[in-house]
């Protein structure tokens, strides 16, 4: 069975970091595009960043640089690490993987919340 | 960016009826078309992929059409479970951006 463990949400402040995980297990972690997606309290879903098996990386233009994706193969895990963040970063944020080969989302993480206040 | 625009924003749909949701892009793009499922307190599902192609486990009921711009998912017979927010989203590229989503309600 897919699964994908997210960790790493809470409370920070405005200006403050943090990096969110996301553990498979399941498949063979290494052969799989994943992807960052956010839902903002009430919200949609905004996809904020592509990682490919090779490590192609993409990022929503409005991230403006200040998150930065990252796999580690060997631990089966995905990252977030986010920067500067502004209250308008809080949300639920999901990792979720690419079907092989193509570019949709089969499997999500249960979603871990990040609030962004002073 | 290609952006989507799903209608309506809420639609209300008695037991048993048929319920239909649309679902545009800016621009093309072919069958690379995906509809999710979001229950409350729940993460995304995925319902269809290349536009009209049942994921593992989805029921029947819930089919896919359409490609280019114009795409449209139909639930045949509403059940109570399949109240939910229903999402497409394009990946005809990397950046697999979303509509803002269809509110599906019993009526």
């Known amino acids: 069975e897919v699964q994908l463990v997210q960790s790493g949400g809470g409370l920070v402040q405005p200006g403050g970091s943090l990096r969110l995980s996301c553990a498979a297990s399941?498949?063979?972690?290494?052969?799989?595009?994943l992807n960052w997606v956010r839902q903002a309290p009430g919200k949609g879903l905004e996809w904020l960043s592509y990682i490919s098996s090779s490590g192609v990386i993409y990022y929503a233009d409005s991230l403006k640089g200040r998150f930065t994706i990252s796999r580690d193969n060997a631990k089966n895990s995905l990252y977030l690490q986010m920067d500067s963040l502004t209250a308008d970063d809080t949300a639920l944020y999901y990792c979720a993987r690419g079907s092989y080969g193509d570019y949709y989302f089969d499997n999500w993480g249960q979603g871990t919340l990040v609030t962004v206040s002073s | 960016e290609i952006v989507m625009t799903q209608s309506p924003a809420t639609l209300s749909v008695s037991p048993g009826e048929r319920a239909t949701l649309s679902c545009r892009a800016s621009?093309?793009?072919?069958?690379?078309l995906a509809w999710y499922q979001q229950k409350p307190g729940q993460p995304p599902r995925l319902l269809i992929y290349?536009?009209?192609t049942r994921a593992t486990g989805i029921p029947a009921r819930f089919s896919g059409s359409g490609s280019g711009t114009e795409f449209t998912l139909i639930i045949s017979s509403l059940q109570s479970e399949d109240v939910a927010v229903y999402y497409c989203?394009?990946?005809?590229?990397?950046?697999?951006?979303f509509g803002q989503g269809t509110k599906l309600e019993i009526k």
């Open positions: 621009q093309s793009v072919g069958s690379n």
């Open positions: 290349g536009a009209s």
């Open positions: 989203q394009q990946y005809n590229d990397w950046s697999g951006t």
């Open positions: 399941g498949f063979t972690f290494s052969t799989y595009s």
